[in-house]
């Protein structure tokens, strides 16, 4: 934790801000270790203080090896003070994280500091995220061996003719007693997700608003996305795209099932998802670039007569590959084509071919990667083929 306080210590102080207000829930467990309501006070060159408005019990034990000077904060109008006492009496320029922060809340506080002007360190804080270290790898290992088990459940779950929400129930089921946690957080405004979408046969085309290639029809209006009710038939592929998540880091993956066999064109482009993946062992490491590896995967698609499908249809195709995952599920970087951001060691990125077909459904593979100096290290070992469905 300190390494990480000293590193947004320092790119506060390059942001020319006096002081920094942490108050995202992620970001406050990524610097301390604990989620509490408050504020995490950095002032560059002093002691961070951690000033609790609910959680304080909690906060001093969970947050006890962050470095971090713990205390009550019963209003957040003591706040100017106890930045004062730090040494700042003035402050002109003060970071806030505006990628996040509520208008409304990003208001009160300039209230208090009514010289200062509002920078951004939501920005640096996605930055400093977006390198994972050995215990973040670690652990999204470990949930990613829950997402194995999440996999396995889809098939020990499977019987013919089953409806598609009952198999979702199922596996959710199994997938909280493998040690979801049953949060999955995500980054952008409204970006909501339960544990996953199970979509079989046509309900993998069904459009919606999700932010990815598929979405499915929900069980209502007001959720809509995720498994809805239909029965699944002999050749309807099943794809299960479940972000599992475990002592609060994330797994995201994709296996496509099928009881039956899938039509030629399914099985077509289920091929091109696997190829998407060969040619990530060469481009997909320190030394290549996002664009590189976002435009090698389209073209793939088009050089196989199939992009108008690939990662959605029509207007709702999206137009990344994959994206980082971490804490949150749309962590940095994200992988299009226009960025201009090179690959580090220490990004760990869930990469998603995926093709749709109105009609017929979707097919994809989505592996978890620890990006490397060499070929990418996927963090879990599961089959990447088209798994068959039993039962008779």
């Not at 304080?56 to 969970?62: G, I």
């Not at 930045?83 to 300039?110: F, H, K, N, T, W």
């Not at 009710?229 to 496509?256: E, K, M, N, S, W």
């Not at 207007?315 to 299009?336: A, M, N, S, W, Y």
Request: aromatic share 6%; with cysteine; net charge negative.
């Amino acid at each position: 934790m300190t390494k990480r306080l000293a590193a947004l210590a320092a790119a506060v102080a390059e942001l020319g801000c006096e002081v920094a207000l942490i108050s995202g829930m992620v970001n406050m467990y990524y610097l301390t270790g604990t989620i509490q309501t408050g504020f995490l006070v950095l002032v560059p060159g002093q002691r961070p203080l951690l000033a609790v408005r609910k959680g304080l019990q909690r906060a001093e034990k969970e947050a006890a090896e962050a470095g971090v000077e713990i205390v009550a904060l019963a209003n957040p109008k003591d706040l100017p003070s106890m930045i004062a006492a730090r040494g700042v009496a003035q402050v002109s320029r003060i970071g806030l994280e505006l990628d996040r922060l509520p208008y409304q809340s990003a208001l009160r506080l300039l209230t208090l500091f009514p010289s200062a002007r509002p920078v951004d360190v939501g920005g640096a804080l996605r930055r400093l995220r977006m390198l994972k270290d050995r215990f973040e790898v670690a652990a999204i290992r470990r949930t990613g061996e829950v997402w194995v088990k999440t996999m396995d459940a889809v098939l020990q779950s499977f019987e013919p003719g089953i409806d598609e929400y009952e198999l979702t129930l199922r596996v959710e089921s199994a997938s909280r007693q493998a040690g979801h946690q049953g949060l999955v957080r995500t980054h952008a405004l409204d970006f909501e997700i339960f544990l996953g979408h199970l979509l079989s046969g046509p309900h993998g085309a069904v459009p919606t608003r999700f932010d990815g290639p598929t979405g499915g029809p929900g069980v209502h209006p007001a959720t809509a996305q995720g498994a809805g009710h239909r029965p699944i038939g002999p050749g309807d592929p099943v794809l299960a795209d479940y972000a599992c998540a475990q002592d609060g880091y994330i797994y995201d993956g994709t296996r496509t099932f099928v009881h039956g066999a899938l039509g030629s064109r399914l099985q077509r482009a289920y091929d091109v998802c696997r190829t998407v993946h060969e040619m990530l062992q060469t481009k997909l490491r320190v030394g290549g670039t996002v664009a590189e590896v976002t435009t090698s995967a389209f073209d793939l698609a088009e050089a196989a007569g199939l992009e108008d499908h690939f990662m959605g249809y029509g207007v709702d195709r999206v137009r990344f590959l994959g994206h980082g995952v971490g804490l949150e599920l749309d962590e940095l970087p994200v992988l299009v084509a226009g960025s201009t951001q090179a690959l580090e060691a220490g990004m760990v990125i869930a990469v998603e071919p995926k093709f749709v077909f109105p009609g017929e459904g979707a097919v994809g593979l989505e592996t978890t990667y620890l990006v490397g100096e060499g070929p990418p290290e996927a963090l879990v070992d599961y089959p990447d083929g088209v798994i068959a469905l039993g039962g008779a």
